[in-house]
């Protein structure tokens, strides 16, 4: 756990000579840091008062520079930068085993929520220790250096870059095209509520117990639900959109009413979508313990089975409450190992591959 915060050797850092704001990025700036100590002594300034503070923080062996840590990121709520940093370091150690080695999409918050934000793939700058996927880009027709986050103090840096929503792929690097994680979403449609989305995540995890399919619940962070189920990397895209339409379809079959898997907007208005083109190559999900840009500073939270059989609200889990109840181990563990196989489901809902 990072304290407000663990000081290695904190300094200020002005801007002098030929530096300026203007001419030097906020990941250059860090990067220069990162990578030379010398520079580092030679931006720092004394007896001199400055706007901007940055201090290092010692994270598993790595340096790393905090800016602006009193910087509200969610301001109605009181939610500071180094509020954020100090979550995703509590919540390391859960949530790296389940997003490691998966290139991320990163959605940055330089002023807070609400305000202005932009998703961010490609990260020509980054210190030298931090991973780094190259993915080709099917609609940019290049190569997109994705982060990669394996560690705590990649972590910590992507908080620090306000880094607020993170989002991983379905498919681990570097064989991108072939997803290794199933994704059944489940989106509610109004007037359909929470409650009802909680009524068919029921009834998808009894269907995936009976199929034999290890899976992880979790909230998606507003009204809806995500299901990861992990895989053996050998299925088409068409297939695994397959198999999460024909669960649709099977739930559709039992509460017509209630469920919905039409491509068509207005014929989900009152009944929970089971979105299976999520499933779609490049597509990414939030990940496990990721904060979501919601009122409240809510997170995706992994679920025990049990839970859906009690009375909660998304809201329940956020920025405040998540540490205290990982410190109560009240979160299962979840074995993201991708070697399960999508026959024998396909066999139980009659359909043979």
Not at 149 to 165: F, G, H, I, P, Q
């Amino acid at each position: 756990m990072l304290t407000r915060p663990k000081l290695i050797a904190p300094f200020h850092i002005g801007l002098g000579g030929n530096l300026s704001s203007s001419e030097m990025s906020r990941e250059k700036m860090a990067f220069l840091v990162y990578s030379d100590k010398s520079i580092a002594r030679r931006l720092s300034w004394r007896g001199v008062s400055l706007k901007k503070t940055m201090d290092i923080v010692e994270v598993d062996g790595r340096k790393i520079v905090l800016s602006n840590l009193d910087k509200p990121m969610w301001k109605r709520e009181g939610v500071t930068k180094a509020d954020v940093i100090q979550y995703y370091s509590g919540v390391a150690d859960r949530m790296i085993p389940l997003i490691k080695n998966r290139p991320l999409m990163l959605n940055r918050f330089p002023h807070g929520f609400p305000g202005k934000s932009f998703v961010q793939k490609d990260w020509p700058n980054h210190p030298s220790w931090v991973k780094i996927a190259k993915v080709r880009s099917h609609s940019l027709n290049k190569s997109v250096r994705h982060v990669v986050c394996d560690d705590k103090a990649t972590l910590v840096w992507l908080a620090d870059m306000a880094c607020l929503e993170i989002n991983q792929f379905l498919s681990s690097a570097p064989r991108t095209d072939w997803h290794d994680l199933v994704l059944v979403d489940l989106d509610p449609y109004p007037p359909a509520e929470f409650e009802d989305a909680v009524e068919i995540a029921r009834a998808v995890d009894s269907a995936l117990v009976e199929m034999r399919l290890r899976h992880m619940i979790k909230t998606s962070g507003a009204d809806g639900f995500h299901f990861l189920i992990p895989i053996v990397p050998k299925y088409s895209i068409e297939t695994i959109r397959r198999f999460v339409l024909l669960l649709g379809i099977l739930l559709e079959d039992l509460v017509p009413k209630k469920v919905s898997t039409s491509r068509n907007r207005a014929d989900r208005i009152g009944r929970v979508y089971v979105d299976f083109f999520q499933n779609g190559l490049q597509k990414t999900v939030a990940a496990p313990f990721t904060l979501r840009p919601e009122p409240g500073a809510p997170v995706s939270f992994p679920l025990d089975p049990k839970r859906l059989d009690t009375r909660f609200q998304p809201s329940d889990f956020n920025i405040r409450t998540v540490p205290g109840i990982l410190k109560r181990n009240d979160v299962p563990e979840f074995d993201p190992r991708p070697d399960q196989l999508l026959e024998p489901a396909f066999a139980e809902m009659g359909v043979k591959l």
